[in-house]
């Protein structure tokens, strides 16, 4: 069992940056590959970006690739997401999770096996 804890979220003005933190529990965490995904109100949960087990590959839906950066840390069992000019359409629970193939995570065809309990990002013109 994984667990994961995000950490970071906050309301912040559009044009401005968050950096989002996750923390995983596990003693393999280089093994995993992880990702980020969002959930707005009244929506299903939606991809966002995914990086490999080594930090040297990583994928990002359209909307947000120029935008978000996704990264890693082995060492303190870290990712993070920087996001940098903020729109009011990126408010959203934003999760954490972990699974085996960053490809398989944004295609769904192999979607994360852990999941956090999600940290809010509120954006606001």
């Known amino acids: 069992q994984v667990q994961l804890v995000e950490s970071g979220g906050g309301l912040v003005q559009a044009g401005d940056s968050l950096n989002l933190s996750c923390v995983a529990s596990?003693?393999?965490?280089?093994?995993?590959?992880m990702a980020w995904f969002l959930q707005a109100p009244g929506k299903e949960r939606e991809f966002v970006a995914a990086i490999n087990w080594s930090g040297d590959s990583t994928t990002y839906t359209d909307s947000v690739k120029v935008r978000f950066t996704i990264s890693r840390d082995n060492a303190k069992n870290m990712i993070y997401l920087q996001m940098n000019n903020l729109k009011n359409e990126d408010t959203s629970v934003y999760y954490c999770a972990a699974g085996y193939i960053s490809c398989g995570i944004k295609r769904a065809t192999m979607p994360p096996v852990y999941w956090g309990q999600g940290t809010q990002d509120s954006v606001y013109s």
């Open positions: 596990t003693r393999t965490f280089d093994s995993y590959a």
